[in-house]
């Protein structure tokens, strides 16, 4: 199947600071990606859909100015969590769908694991 | 609007034993279904996924899901559970109406292999 990679796999940053998470498809074309955030022992909760060549949509609750998400090419999405807080400390993963592939399937990144010190 | 309930955040069953995992559904239209699979700090895995086809859906690893429209449910299933089993698991609902590109996820089970 598609490959998505998400970069880096782990960051541990100093509260105040800015961390930029990347997500790539490396072998298809994502028009749309998506961040999902997910808290120890939680499920997966949609942040915003990453839309290629235009703004973000962001879920209700999620402020879209403290996470800037960027689309700015067909392969690659990124997160970034500006002036990073403790709270924000979480497992966010993007995903993205092969539009040029006949089955229903969203293709999962590894995840980050973000520790905010 | 969709909702997924998982019942059961944990599973523990015995290698060879038969696998369970309950997730129910609620969803205004006909829904697609999926099941997903997180080993420790990875991402997630496509068990299988049911797109009104047959109701009885076949996945990797020798998993299995039946769609039941009259209990609303979408169970994953397992004749004898290996080792490596081991991980958690979700339950994945979404809306054809929009493109199957927002899941709404169960709150998952963790399932644990007793030797």
């Known amino acids: 199947g598609a490959v998505v990679s998400q970069h880096p796999s782990r960051v541990i940053c100093k509260s105040g600071t800015s961390v930029k998470i990347e997500c790539r498809s490396l072998?298809?074309?994502?028009?749309?990606m998506f961040w999902y955030r997910q808290f120890p022992k939680q499920s997966l909760m949609l942040m915003a859909t990453?839309?290629?060549?235009?703004?973000?949509?962001?879920e209700q609750g999620v402020e879209k100015d403290k996470f800037l998400i960027n689309h700015a090419s067909l392969t690659l999405s990124t997160l970034t969590v500006t002036s990073a807080h403790p709270e924000d400390s979480s497992f966010y993963i993007c995903?993205?769908?092969?539009?040029?592939?006949?089955?229903?399937?969203?293709?999962f990144g590894q995840g980050t694991r973000l520790t905010v010190v | 609007a969709q909702s997924v309930t998982q019942l059961g955040s944990h599973v523990s069953v015995s290698e060879g034993a038969l696998v369970l995992l309950r997730c129910n559904y609620s969803?205004?239209?006909?829904?697609?279904l999926f099941w997903y699979v997180q080993y420790p700090n990875q991402g997630l895995q496509l068990l299988l996924k049911?797109?009104?086809?047959?109701?009885l859906v076949k996945g990797i690893n020798g998993f299995e899901a039946e769609f039941k429209k009259s209990e609303t449910s979408f169970h994953l299933t397992k004749p004898s559970a290996h080792m490596r089993d081991a991980a958690e698991y979700f339950c994945?609902?979404?809306?054809?109406?929009?493109?199957?590109?927002?899941?709404?996820f169960g709150t998952g089970t963790r399932l644990t292999i007793i030797p």
């Open positions: 995903s993205a769908r092969d539009w040029a592939a006949p089955a229903l399937e969203a293709f």
């Open positions: 072998d298809f074309q994502a028009t749309t």
């Open positions: 990453s839309n290629e060549g235009s703004k973000a949509t962001y």
């Open positions: 969803s205004s239209v006909p829904p697609y």
């Open positions: 049911y797109t009104s086809a047959a109701t």
């Open positions: 994945a609902v979404s809306d054809p109406n929009f493109g199957n590109e927002k899941l709404t």
